[in-house]
Every structure is written in C-alpha cells, then in structure tokens.
C-alpha cells in the first residue's frame, strides 16, 4: 500500500503544473541572461584573449550578437514543425539544453574565432528549441491559468534580461573571465536537472476531450472508415499518403495564418522589440564608452537600470491587457517608445542646437530607465495576439491544423519573429551608427516606432473582440 501511494505521489508532483511552470521560468531564465551575459565581455574576449585589433570590436560584436538570430531564424520552423508531431517535451527539451551547454563552453574557453562563431552557432540552435518547447509545455500545462503563468514567466525572461549584461560585466570585473562563465554554465546544470524530474502531461487534444473507447463500441461507420492492415498492405503507400496529408496541413497553416492582417501586424511588432533590445546590446557597449569612457561594469549597470522597470512594470502591463485588451496599451507603448529613443541619440551627437549645459549622462540614464517602463506596454503583444489569433480560428475549426493543433508553429512565427530581430537590430544599428551616427540612427528606428503603433491601433484585439 505505501508502495503504492508513493508511486502515485510521485508522478502527481512531478506532473504537478507548479513544477512545471517552474522549470520552464527558470530555463527561459537561462536562456536571456545568457544572451545578454556575452555583451559587455565580448570586447574584452576579441581584444585581449584573441588578440584581436581594437578597430574589428564593433563590427564583430554586431556579428556575432547576429548570428544567433540568423541560425535561430532558419532552425525555427524545422523545429516547430517536429515539436507539434512529437508526443513528448522532454528528450527534445534536454537535448536543446544540451546543446546550449555545449555551446556556451566553446564561447567561453576556446580561444579561437571560429570556436566562437561556432558556439553562438549551438547557442542559437539551443536556444530556440528551448524558447520554443518551453512556451509549448507552459501553454499546454497552465490551462485556463495560461494568462497568469505567461506573465510569471515573462517576469522571469525580464530577470535574466537584466541579470545578464550586469553579471557579465561585475564578474567579469571582479572574478576574471574564467570565474565569470561559471554561473550561466551552472544555471545550464540546474535546468537539465529540474528537466529530468518533470514528467511530461501532454496529450492531444482530442483525447482530453473524450474518453478512448473500447474497439467493439465503435459504429459500422467507424469500421469501413477505418483504414484496415493486413500483411498484404501496401505500407509505403499509406506513409507515403500520411506524408502528404501532414504537408498538406503544413501548408494550410501557414497559409491561412500568413493571409490575417492581424497576424503580419503582430509579427512586425515582435521584430521590433527584439530588435530594439539587440540594437542597444549591440551599440551601448562601444557608444558609451567612446562618449563617457565607460568600461564593462558602468555598461553593465546601464543596461540594469534600464531593464529593471521590465520585471516591476510587466505584471501591471499584463493586467492592463487582461482589462482592455491588447490594442490600446501596444499602440500607446510604442508612440511613446518613438521620443524616448530619439532622445536617447542626443548625447555626444554634437549637434548645434544642444546647450552646453546638458548632462549628458544623466539624460542617457534617465532615457534609458523611461524606455524601460513604455516597452513592456507592447513587448509580448505580438504573441499574445498571434495566439488570440489561432484561438479564435482553432475553436470555429477543430483539428484544422492537426491533433495536436498549431500551438508550437504559432509560437514558431513569433520564435522567428523575434530573432530575425535580433539579427536586423545588431546589424542595422551598427551600420547605421558608423555611417550616419548614432543620433540618426536613433531618429530611424523613432520613425519606426510610431508606424508599428499605427499598426497595433488598427489590427491588434481589445477586450470586446477577445471575449
């Protein structure tokens, strides 16, 4: 008996939704804080571990922030793809930690450029399975609480958001390079464990939904509909047909998700924020230390104080959305991100027009902590949306993208979203900094902001719409 009741104790908490909410914060905790924990060490890892000339630092850094956008953009959809046919989270969840892991320590140790490209290489590859099975396993887990868990998990990608560029840049300080790359490694451990305890509660949809019936239950109907197998069967035939119903329903998703304004619209603001964020990664590091002189920990401490307000103000944003809807705080969020980053260009930009009384550094600070507050009014709302989206298309039209639906492809569109953002930021605002400046740099990406809120005005849900 106590046997018994151990046994089933055991499966019930390490089913229990609690864990498994858990271990995915803590895995896409992981996985931001290690992104943004290479910022402020990369110009040292090219200057000073592989010798490289200073003049290089600026072009490589964006590179290198870039690629993990580009291999995240172009593994995505195949991974996607696989997520929504297999039965199970946990083996693919453990390799993409794994393979992350494996990574991180390329970038860390190898003393090579090529080490190092190919670790972002693994670091993207790791990361985006991971973002893409962990949003998955949440989703299916949290049931009607999907809101709530979606904001507490977000709390923690903001966490390691603003973790990362400040451990990198104390540790690095303070401990030296080697020591420093010991905590994400870590963390890497900690979620490959919390990941062997859980066992995975998925299953379709359509068996939630009914019981399984006994095979003697089903009608004629059911019988002559059912495809029969004999020894005599043409196999490749019937593989042959589930291959071409299952690229079938492929193409029919995409299709039909791709057509909805409301979908391009979403997908357009989640570039933006990605790209916003890689952007000042890519930039601030060799910006502010060419106008204020600043070394890693000082950067560090900038991209702090201006993710901090993410952690605080996003429950509140979340809320916000749970009242009105996700239109009207996206569309203000991003007109008031457009003066906020042009601003953000005025210091050392030199122009005429600036009075010499200006504390510059003060008004850096101080734009970057107001940018912090406006961006989480938008910063999930293209996923939001992309899933109110599906949800509405899934209820009118069950099993239309499959048994299991297309919850990780909507994901996918987002996932790919995201990181072409992470690949266009670094990239764009880099180039443009070094041929225009970084004032006019700024001044594009302002334009920008205010037409992705015309954008959010117009096809992104409010309440009523959402129901």
Request: some cysteine; charged content about 15%; aromatic content about 10%.
């Amino acid at each position: 008996m106590d046997s018994e009741s151990h046994a089933s104790y055991g499966p019930s908490w390490r089913s229990s939704k609690a864990l498994v909410v858990l271990t995915v914060c803590v895995a896409m905790f992981t996985e931001t804080l290690l992104y943004g924990f290479l910022v402020p060490i990369l110009p040292y890892t090219l200057e000073d571990r592989l010798h490289l000339d200073p003049s290089r630092t600026q072009n490589l850094t964006s590179t290198l922030l870039s690629i993990y956008g580009l291999v995240t953009l172009i593994s995505t959809p195949f991974i996607a793809s696989w997520a929504d046919r297999v039965g199970t989270r946990k083996i693919p969840l453990l390799l993409a930690l794994a393979v992350t892991l494996v990574g991180t320590v390329l970038v860390a140790f190898v003393p090579y450029l090529s080490a190092l490209y190919t670790g972002r290489i693994l670091q993207g590859l790791g990361g985006s399975a991971a973002w893409i099975l962990c949003l998955s396993l949440l989703t299916e887990t949290a049931g009607t609480d999907v809101g709530k868990s979606m904001g507490l998990c977000m709390s923690f990608v903001m966490a390691g958001t603003v973790a990362g560029p400040m451990l990198g840049g104390v540790l690095l300080e303070w401990t030296g390079y080697i020591v420093a790359w010991f905590v994400p490694m870590g963390m890497l451990c900690i979620d490959i464990i919390c990941r062997l305890l859980i066992i995975d509660p998925r299953q379709p949809p359509s068996q939630k939904a009914e019981e399984p019936r006994e095979p003697h239950e089903g009608t004629q109907e059911d019988a002559t509909c059912r495809p029969k197998h004999t020894e005599s069967s043409p196999l490749l035939s019937t593989q042959n047909k589930d291959g071409q119903a299952e690229e079938h329903l492929r193409m029919k998703f995409y299709s039909t998700m791709l057509r909805d304004p409301r979908i391009l619209a979403a997908l357009v603001t989640s570039v933006l924020s990605s790209a916003l964020v890689a952007g000042f990664h890519a930039t601030w590091t060799v910006h502010l230390r060419r106008i204020f002189d600043w070394g890693p920990a000082q950067v560090g401490g900038v991209i702090f104080i201006y993710q901090i307000p993410l952690i605080f103000v996003n429950p509140l944003a979340g809320y916000l959305r749970d009242r009105v809807g996700i239109r009207y705080p996206a569309a203000v969020g991003l007109a008031l991100l457009a003066p906020l980053v042009w601003c953000l260009g005025i210091p050392g930009s030199d122009l005429q027009w600036i009075s010499p009384d200006l504390d510059e550094k003060s008004m850096f600070v101080y734009t970057a902590v107001a940018i912090g507050v406006v961006q989480p009014l938008f910063q999930d709302a293209g996923l939001l949306n992309t899933l109110e989206v599906l949800r509405s298309i899934e209820s009118s039209q069950p099993d239309i993208f499959g048994v299991y639906g297309g919850r990780s492809r909507v994901l996918a569109m987002n996932e790919i979203s995201f990181n072409l953002g992470l690949l266009l930021g670094p990239l764009a605002t880099s180039s443009l900094s070094e041929s225009v400046g970084y004032y006019y740099a700024n001044l594009v990406l302002a334009i920008i902001c205010l037409m992705s809120s015309i954008l959010a005005l117009f096809f992104f849900g409010t309440k009523n719409e959402q129901g």
